[in-house]
């Protein structure tokens, strides 16, 4: 079974400024998906960016990149320039590439505050 | 553009009381799957289905039922509500990689 760790309940930035959430994993999978939600005070579930693990090239989207390090399992998501609208918990999640349903295995989130 | 859509929104129940939480999708997708959210927890699986007349159980399924008579409803049944169940409900479908989730069902057991 896959575990993921998100180690920072909750963070806060100046708006405008650059923040990372940190994600670690745990598979004995070698090819899988890895996936940044976003939830804001709406509840809505908000598929942020997404990685394939047997890319080595890091996704991006927009003000949303990530530090995929595949040897040390670990999968961190910089927000670029932050706005107020980013304040949200975020919730980083594992979806193996061969399991049967789209399965995804979530990670406790992080509550991030953008400050003004 | 419906997409997943959950009924209802939220919902108080005393213990030991019955419901079902609703979930109907309008993409056509083969997979569908409930998660509960617990604060510190994240969303945990609770059952899935990979298509009409196909269901299994994930990591918490005790306590909840489901069945899956078509592609697009995937309802999820509380037997006999107890205040553990207190929670929030995700709804969630999917075709290809990734999943697209309904907006939730905010449960309070008395």
């Known amino acids: 079974a896959q575990t993921v760790t998100q180690s920072q309940p909750e963070m806060s930035v100046q708006e405008a400024e650059t923040v990372t959430l940190s994600c670690t994993y745990d598979?004995?999978?070698?090819?899988?998906?890895l996936f940044w939600y976003k939830q804001p005070p709406s509840r809505q579930m908000i598929l942020v960016i997404r990685q394939e693990a047997y890319k080595q090239q890091n996704a991006t989207e927009n003000r949303f990149s990530v530090n995929f390090q595949k040897a040390a399992k670990s999968f961190s998501l910089k927000i670029s320039d932050s706005q107020l609208g980013d304040t949200a918990m975020y919730f980083c999640?594992?979806?193996?590439?061969?399991?049967?349903?789209?399965?995804?295995?979530f990670g406790g989130g992080t509550r991030l505050m953008v400050k003004p | 553009n419906a997409g997943v859509t959950q009924t209802p929104k939220f919902q108080v129940l005393k213990t030991g009381q019955s419901m079902t939480l609703q979930c109907a999708q309008d993409m056509n997708h083969e997979y569908m799957s409930w998660y509960r959210q617990d604060p510190g927890m994240g969303l945990r699986l609770i059952h899935y289905?990979?298509?009409?007349?196909?269901?299994d159980q994930g990591e918490v399924p005790n306590g909840y039922n489901v069945s899956r008579s078509t592609t697009e409803d995937f309802p999820l049944r509380l037997l006999s509500a107890a205040p553990s169940q207190t929670s929030v409900y995700f709804c969630a479908s999917s075709r290809g990689v990734g999943a697209f989730f309904g907006q939730g069902t905010r449960l309070t057991v008395v």
């Open positions: 598979t004995s999978e070698s090819n899988y998906y």
């Open positions: 289905s990979v298509g009409a007349g196909i269901t």
């Open positions: 999640a594992f979806m193996g590439a061969f399991n049967a349903g789209n399965m995804l295995t």
